[in-house]
Protein backbone atom coordinates (compact mmCIF):
# COMPACT_ATOMS: atom_id res chain seq x y z
CA UNK A 1 0.00 0.00 0.00
CA UNK A 2 1.25 3.50 -1.15
CA UNK A 3 2.19 5.55 1.64
CA UNK A 4 3.35 9.40 0.94
CA UNK A 5 4.33 11.85 3.33
CA UNK A 6 5.04 15.27 2.55
CA UNK A 7 7.10 18.43 4.37
CA UNK A 8 9.02 21.09 4.17
CA UNK A 9 5.92 23.52 4.06
CA UNK A 10 6.40 27.19 5.70
CA UNK A 11 5.42 30.79 6.01
CA UNK A 12 7.60 32.67 3.49
CA UNK A 13 8.09 36.05 1.79
CA UNK A 14 6.66 37.21 -1.67
CA UNK A 15 9.92 36.27 -4.03
CA UNK A 16 11.09 33.77 -1.60
CA UNK A 17 11.49 29.71 -2.17
CA UNK A 18 11.03 27.06 -0.44
CA UNK A 19 11.68 23.37 -0.89
CA UNK A 20 9.03 20.59 -0.40
CA UNK A 21 9.47 16.92 0.20
CA UNK A 22 7.93 13.73 -0.15
CA UNK A 23 9.24 10.81 0.88
CA UNK A 24 7.24 7.75 -0.62
CA UNK A 25 6.87 4.15 0.45
CA UNK A 26 4.88 1.36 -1.22
CA UNK A 27 5.24 2.79 -5.10
CA UNK A 28 8.17 1.68 -7.39
CA UNK A 29 9.30 5.13 -8.87
CA UNK A 30 10.50 3.60 -11.80
CA UNK A 31 6.97 2.23 -12.83
CA UNK A 32 4.97 5.38 -11.67
CA UNK A 33 4.90 9.10 -12.76
CA UNK A 34 4.86 11.52 -9.78
CA UNK A 35 3.03 14.83 -9.04
CA UNK A 36 2.38 17.86 -6.60
CA UNK A 37 -0.88 19.55 -7.13
CA UNK A 38 -1.84 21.98 -4.33
CA UNK A 39 -5.33 23.17 -2.83
CA UNK A 40 -6.53 26.20 -1.58
CA UNK A 41 -9.76 27.38 -0.23
CA UNK A 42 -12.00 28.49 -2.63
CA UNK A 43 -9.78 27.65 -5.59
CA UNK A 44 -9.53 24.30 -7.88
CA UNK A 45 -7.56 21.65 -7.33
CA UNK A 46 -4.28 22.17 -9.43
CA UNK A 47 -1.89 20.15 -10.38
CA UNK A 48 1.30 22.01 -10.79
CA UNK A 49 4.12 19.57 -12.05
CA UNK A 50 4.90 16.02 -12.59
CA UNK A 51 7.81 13.83 -13.23
CA UNK A 52 7.54 10.55 -15.41
CA UNK A 53 9.76 7.41 -15.32
CA UNK A 54 9.98 6.49 -18.65
CA UNK A 55 13.18 9.58 -19.68
CA UNK A 56 12.72 11.58 -16.64
CA UNK A 57 10.03 14.20 -18.13
CA UNK A 58 8.89 16.72 -16.71
CA UNK A 59 5.31 18.44 -17.14
CA UNK A 60 3.99 22.25 -15.27
CA UNK A 61 1.26 23.54 -14.81
CA UNK A 62 1.28 27.27 -16.88
CA UNK A 63 1.06 29.53 -13.44
CA UNK A 64 4.58 27.53 -12.04
CA UNK A 65 5.68 26.75 -15.12
CA UNK A 66 9.48 28.57 -15.14
CA UNK A 67 9.07 29.23 -11.11
CA UNK A 68 8.88 25.44 -10.12
CA UNK A 69 11.30 22.55 -10.31
CA UNK A 70 9.75 18.82 -10.09
CA UNK A 71 12.63 16.21 -9.26
CA UNK A 72 13.26 12.73 -7.72
CA UNK A 73 15.79 10.99 -6.00
CA UNK A 74 15.21 7.43 -6.69
CA UNK A 75 17.54 5.65 -4.40
CA UNK A 76 15.81 7.18 -1.90
CA UNK A 77 12.31 6.63 -3.46
CA UNK A 78 12.11 10.69 -2.50
CA UNK A 79 9.88 13.49 -4.74
CA UNK A 80 10.88 17.22 -4.42
CA UNK A 81 9.04 20.46 -5.65
CA UNK A 82 11.57 23.53 -5.26
CA UNK A 83 9.40 26.92 -5.65
CA UNK A 84 10.84 29.87 -6.60
CA UNK A 85 9.79 33.30 -6.82
CA UNK A 86 6.61 32.66 -4.87
CA UNK A 87 3.60 34.76 -4.98
CA UNK A 88 0.80 35.60 -2.58
CA UNK A 89 -1.53 33.16 -5.11
CA UNK A 90 0.91 30.68 -4.55
CA UNK A 91 -0.47 30.22 -0.80
CA UNK A 92 -2.08 26.32 -1.01
CA UNK A 93 -1.46 22.82 0.99
CA UNK A 94 0.85 21.12 -1.28
CA UNK A 95 0.30 17.31 -2.06
CA UNK A 96 2.33 14.60 -3.21
CA UNK A 97 0.99 12.28 -5.00
CA UNK A 98 1.65 8.95 -7.40
CA UNK A 99 0.29 8.33 -10.76
CA UNK A 100 -1.52 5.08 -11.70
CA UNK A 101 0.88 3.93 -14.51
CA UNK A 102 3.97 5.90 -16.12
CA UNK A 103 2.13 8.68 -17.44
CA UNK A 104 1.37 12.08 -15.83
CA UNK A 105 -1.95 11.98 -17.68
CA UNK A 106 -3.13 9.22 -15.65
CA UNK A 107 -5.29 9.67 -12.66
CA UNK A 108 -3.83 9.80 -8.84
CA UNK A 109 -3.43 6.64 -7.15
CA UNK A 110 -2.47 7.57 -4.06
CA UNK A 111 -1.30 11.10 -2.33
CA UNK A 112 -0.40 12.05 1.68
CA UNK A 113 -1.50 14.74 4.00
CA UNK A 114 -0.05 17.64 2.50
CA UNK A 115 2.06 20.85 3.32
CA UNK A 116 1.02 24.09 4.23
CA UNK A 117 2.59 26.96 1.97
CA UNK A 118 1.97 30.42 3.05
CA UNK A 119 3.07 33.46 1.22
CA UNK A 120 2.47 36.44 2.77
CA UNK A 121 4.48 39.31 3.66
Known amino acids: QARLVESGGDLVQPGGSLRLSCVAS????????MAWFRQAPGKQHEEVACISPIDGRTDYANSVKGRFTISRDRAKNMVFLQLYSLKPDDTAVYYC??????????????WGQGTQVTVSS
Open 26 to 33: GVHMDYHA
Open 97 to 110: ASKEGYGCYQPDQA
